[in-house]
């Protein structure tokens, strides 16, 4: 194994694996209903499971034997009841990890190595390339297209959660993380009616307001700053695609109204984002005349 990939292993280890073991065990301490027993039989079937599927047990067999190893669940009621709470807890899990990784994500890669606008900006500097890449960018744009399937996102409520979490976990904040996961633990993760497209776009909105603006806007100003004899007015370098509300790929639930209602959100979701980036210029340019132009726009 070479070393760069053994370091960034060894990164994700440090980072996400042991603070995952870390903050799960506070899961069990949440002062919820059966939560601690849930949380100590998900480990004892845990090892059923890797047990039966090492013996090639059906899925049936494998459930079969945990009950009967465990007396306690007679009823077909409370045997359903323990399963929904295993997927409830291992559903909350998956979210510390996700918000682990998001939080642990500048540790675990290298932000200036191959593939990234650092490495990019060293190359082109040291071959005396800049002529060639401003010509490039002429021509060049990645355009994102975000799409979205009812299982593949969660509820808006549990995104702003991952977000708090992630900032609380790269800053070791155990309290709040504390708060989070209760926040968590009474947090829904499905709605009883199957989303509608407008409720598919809603949350992929969510990725546009929280993720992407300000990365493609922290792309822009670095090239802009790094290369700034090329003309990005004519030629946007990103450009952003949305799937949701207007396909018209079959889609019954997809018509006229859903495409402007969607089309409504996405123009109201940048022009919220603009006005809390020019709240932020209101902040720190106070000069005379200009707090006056900015206050206008």
């Given at each position: 194994m070479d070393r760069p990939l053994s370091r960034s292993l060894e990164n994700f280890k440090n980072y996400v694996g042991i603070k995952f073991q870390l903050y799960n065990s506070l899961f069990t301490s949440l002062p919820f209903y059966r939560i601690e027993k849930t949380g100590m039989l998900l480990s004892l079937?845990?090892?059923?499971?890797?047990?039966?599927?090492?013996?090639?047990?059906s899925p049936q067999q494998i459930i079969d034997e945990f009950f009967l190893k465990d007396a306690s669940f007679n009823k077909q009621s409370e045997k359903l009841d323990l399963l929904f709470r295993f997927i409830q807890f291992v559903e909350r899990q998956v979210v510390l990890f996700d918000a682990l990784e998001d939080a642990a994500f500048k540790f675990v890669h290298d932000t200036s190595g191959t593939g990234t606008l650092k490495q990019l900006e060293v190359e082109v500097e040291q071959n005396k390339k800049e002529k060639e890449l401003a010509k490039k960018l002429e021509e060049f744009s990645v355009e994102i297209v975000?799409?979205?399937h009812p299982t593949q996102f969660y509820p808006g409520s549990v995104l702003g959660i991952i977000n708090d979490l992630s900032k609380s976990l790269a800053e070791n904040d155990t309290a709040r993380i504390n708060m989070y996961l209760q926040q968590l633990g009474k947090t829904p993760f499905f709605k009883k009616?199957?989303?509608?497209p407008y409720d598919e776009a809603l949350s992929l909105i969510w990725y546009l307001e929280n993720v992407f603006f300000s990365a493609a806007g922290r792309i822009f100003s670095f090239l802009k700053n790094q290369f700034p004899e090329v003309d990005y007015e004519t030629n946007p370098v990103i450009k952003m695609g949305f799937w949701p509300g207007?396909?018209?790929d079959g889609n019954p639930f997809v018509n006229t109204e859903i495409t402007l209602k969607v089309a409504d959100a996405l123009r109201g979701a940048i022009i919220k984002c603009y006005y809390l980036e020019i709240r932020r210029l209101r902040r720190r340019l106070t000069f005379k005349g200009v707090d006056v132009l900015l206050s206008d726009l």
């Open positions: 079937f845990l090892n059923i499971c890797e047990e039966g599927y090492k013996r090639k047990l975000l799409t979205a009616e199957k989303p509608t207007g396909d018209r």
